[in-house]
C-alpha cells in the first residue's frame, strides 16, 4: 500500500486486510460524531496523526519521540502505522498540537476519549490536568483553563499490563493463543474536543416505560442554577408530538401518546432534545433519542419461562460478537466496517448480538438502535489470565486453572461496571447486562448483581454465562460446545444456552497468519460445515420446543488462530451461503 498523509503513515505490511483498509484516510479517520445520543453542535475531531513514543514505566515526562502513529488505532495494530507490542514495563506517550476554533469564543471546552486502555494520564500545555483507569467506558476534562490563545499542546501517557496487571481487558493476552487474541494498548476509540457553555446538561437517564405510555427523565447538570428551566421537545419523525418544561433536579414521567415501539422488524426510534433556557434564551441544546420498547420474562401457555420483547415472546438467536478486526484489532477501520457485523447479523437471520467482553464504541450501539437487533452485554473480565474463584476452563483439549483474583481486581471491576452501564442506559438495543462470563473473575456474585439493579432495574440481567450460576437474576445459562443443550427449566428464570456450535472451517487466503489453526469441531469441506451447523439447529429447535429461550452461536467472524466464524476475519467470505443460513435462522426463530 503507498504512503499516505504526506509520508508520515503507511500501514503495516504482512497482515491480513479487511475489505475496509484502502477506505481508511489517515488525514481523517473515523471522522463520524462519537456520541449519537448526547449531540452538540460544536466539536472538533482530534483523530489523526499524532506522534508517538514508547518509554521505560518509571520515566516522568517524554522529551522525545519515536515517529508517528495514527490515532485512534492501538499501537499494536497494523492501521496504526507503528505495529509494536507494549510490555507492561513500558509507557506508551502521545503528542499532538491543536488550537480552539475562533467561533467558540469564551465557552468552555471539554477534552473527551472514547476509550484508552488502560491507565491514561494527560497534559495540557505541560500542566497535568488528570487521569483515568478503564480501558472500555468513555471519560473527559475540562480544560478550559489550561488553554493558551493560539496553538495548544496536548501529551498523554498511557501503561497497560494487559494480563500482567488488575484490570478488565477481555480477550487480551500478550501472548496469543487458542481463544485469546492481541492486546491492545492505547488510544482505541475517537478523541475529540466539545465546546460547552459553563450552565449546560451533563447527562440525561432516559427510561421507557411501555406500560404506562410514557418515559421516565432523569437530569443531570453541571452549574445550572435552580430557577433555569429544561425545555424538552419529542418529534416523531420531524411532527413535535409532546414538549415539556421542568427543572434540573426533576424526575419526570412524559407521555408518549400512541406510543410506536421499538422491535427488531420495526427499529422506531422518537427524536428527543433538552434545552436549558434563562431568562427566554437557550443556554444549552442537546439532541438525543430514544425508543419505546420492553425487555421481560413471560410465561408461555406450558408456564416456562420465555423472554419477551413489548410483551410478545421472542426466541433469541444470536452470535458471539467479540469486535476484533484484522488490521484495526479493537477499532474497526472505518464506520462502514462497524456497522456490517450488525448489517450482516441481521441478514443472516439472527435476531440478536451477544457482545463479548468487549464494550464497543457509542456508535456502534447507535447502529444496533437504528438497524433493531437486540444486544446481550458483557462486562469484560479483568484479573490474572483465566482468573475465577472456581473450577476448570476446558478449551477444546486444553485444561485452563483459575486462579483467585486481588481486591485490586474487583476495585477496578466494580467502578468499570457501573460506568458502562451509565455509558449504553439509554441505547433500547441493550436488553441484558452479563456481569460474568465462564467463572472468569466471578467474585460476590449476590453484590455484583445487586450493583446493577440498583443502577438499571430496567432490563434483564444474566448472573453468569456458562460460569458459577448462583440462581439470581432473570436467566440461567449454560455453554456446551459443540451442543446444543438445555439447561434445566426453572420455575422464574429463563433456560438459555450462551455458548455453542463453534464449527470450525479454515479458509487460507482469508485467515491471520498463525501456526495453530483452533477450532471447536473442524470441517474439512463447505458442505461438510452446512450439513453439521443444520444438525446443530434442528436439534436446537427441539430444545426450543422443550422450553430453550435463547441461543448464542460462536461465532460471527473468525479471530486471529480462531477459525470458528461464519464469516472469515477479514469479512471477505461467508463459509455457508447466505441465503441458505438465513433462511435455516429464519425457520429456527419463526418455529
Keep these: 500500500m503507498s504512503k499516505l498523509a504526506d509520508n508520515l503513515w503507511e500501514i503495516v505490511k504482512g497482515d491480513l486486510l479487511s475489505k475496509w483498509t484502502k477506505d481508511v484516510n489517515p488525514k481523517k479517520p473515523l471522522?463520524?460524531?462519537p456520541r449519537p445520543q448526547f449531540v452538540r453542535k460544536e466539536w472538533f475531531n482530534l483523530n489523526g496523526l499524532w506522534d508517538y513514543a514508547i518509554l521505560p514505566k518509571q520515566e516522568l515526562f517524554v522529551r522525545k519521540f519515536d515517529g508517528k502513529i495514527l490515532v485512534p488505532f492501538p499501537i499494536e495494530s497494523a492501521l496504526s502505522g507503528v505495529k509494536e507490542k507494549l510490555k507492561p514495563n513500558q509507557k506508551l506517550w502521545y503528542r499532538r498540537f491543536f488550537s480552539i476554533p475562533d467561533s467558540w469564543g469564551n465557552k468552555e471546552v471539554l477534552l473527551n476519549f472514547g476509550a484508552v486502555d488502560w491507565e491514561t494520564t494527560v497534559w495540557i500545555n505541560d500542566?497535568?490536568?488528570?487521569?483515568?483507569?478503564?480501558?472500555?467506558t468513555p471519560f473527559s476534562f475540562n480544560i478550559t483553563e489550561y488553554l493558551n490563545e493560539g496553538e495548544n499542546e496536548i501529551i498523554i501517557s498511557v501503561w497497560d499490563p494487559t494480563n500482567k496487571g488488575y484490570q478488565e481487558r477481555g480477550k487480551q493476552t500478550l501472548r496469543p493463543f487458542l481463544a485469546f487474541y492481541s492486546a491492545v494498548s492505547g488510544i482505541w476509540q475517537t478523541v475529540w474536543l466539545e465546546s460547552v457553555p459553563k450552565s449546560r446538561m451533563a447527562n440525561v437517564k432516559i427510561t421507557p416505560d411501555v406500560d404506562h405510555d410514557c418515559i421516565e427523565l432523569l437530569f443531570y447538570g453541571t452549574n445550572v442554577p435552580k430557577q433555569d428551566n429544561i425545555e424538552i421537545s419529542i418529534k416523531k419523525g420531524k411532527k413535535e408530538i409532546t414538549s415539556e418544561i421542568c427543572k434540573i433536579n426533576d424526575s419526570i414521567c412524559l407521555k408518549i401518546p400512541n406510543p410506536k415501539l421499538w422491535s427488531c422488524d420495526h427499529p422506531f426510534l422518537y427524536d428527543i432534545s433538552f434545552r436549558i433556557s434563562r431568562k427566554n434564551k437557550i443556554v444549552d441544546e442537546v439532541n438525543s433519542y430514544f425508543g419505546m420498547r420492553k425487555i421481560s420474562i413471560k410465561k408461555d401457555s406450558k408456564n416456562i419461562p420465555r423472554?419477551?420483547?413489548?410483551?410478545?415472546?421472542?426466541?433469541?438467536?444470536?452470535t458471539l460478537d467479540q469486535g476484533y478486526f484484522p488490521d484495526g484489532l479493537y477499532t474497526a477501520p472505518t464506520d462502514a466496517a462497524l456497522r456490517y457485523d450488525i448489517e450482516i447479523t441481521k441478514e443472516l437471520g439472527f435476531n440478536m448480538i451477544r457482545k463479548h467482553v468487549k464494550v464497543e464504541p457509542a456508535r456502534w450501539y447507535y447502529h444496533c438502535d437504528k438497524l433493531g437487533i437486540p444486544?446481550?452485554?458483557d462486562m469484560p473480565n479483568g484479573g490474572s489470565i483465566f482468573s475465577g474463584s472456581f473450577g476448570l476452563l476446558t478449551a477444546g483439549k486444553c485444561v485452563l486453572p483459575f486462579g483467585r483474583i486481588k481486591e485490586e481486581n474487583r476495585i477496578n471491576y466494580l467502578q468499570e461496571l457501573r460506568e458502562m452501564i451509565l455509558f449504553l442506559y439509554n441505547s433500547p438495543s441493550v436488553i441484558c447486562w452479563i456481569p460474568f462470563n465462564e467463572g472468569w473473575g466471578q467474585f460476590k456474585t449476590a453484590e455484583v448483581v445487586d450493583s446493577i439493579k440498583r443502577l438499571d432495574s430496567s432490563r434483564l440481567i444474566n448472573n453468569a454465562s456458562g460460569g458459577v450460576d448462583k440462581g439470581l437474576g432473570d436467566i440461567k445459562d449454560i455453554h456446551r460446545y459443540p451442543g446444543p443443550k438445555i439447561p434445566?427449566?426453572?420455575e422464574e428464570r429463563a433456560a438459555v444456552l450462551g455458548e455453542f456450535g463453534g464449527l470450525a472451517f479454515f479458509m487460507e487466503k482469508n485467515t491471520w497468519d498463525m501456526k495453530f489453526k483452533w477450532g471447536y469441531r473442524k470441517c474439512q469441506f463447505k458442505e461438510e460445515l452446512k450439513n453439521k451447523y443444520v444438525d446443530l439447529i434442528t436439534k436446537l429447535k427441539e430444545l426450543k420446543s422443550k422450553g430453550l429461550a435463547a441461543a448464542v452461536y460462536t461465532q460471527i467472524t473468525d479471530i486471529e488462530g480462531e477459525i470458528n466464524g461464519l464469516l472469515t476475519y477479514d469479512r471477505k467470505k461467508i463459509k455457508i451461503h447466505k441465503s441458505s443460513l438465513r433462511k435455516i435462522n429464519k425457520k429456527l426463530i419463526n418455529s
Design 31 to 33: 471522522p463520524e460524531y
Design 127 to 136: 500542566l497535568q490536568i488528570g487521569s483515568h483507569k478503564g480501558g472500555y
Design 307 to 318: 423472554i419477551a420483547l413489548n410483551d410478545e415472546i421472542l426466541f433469541q438467536y444470536g
Design 375 to 377: 444486544v446481550w452485554q
Design 488 to 490: 434445566k427449566i426453572e
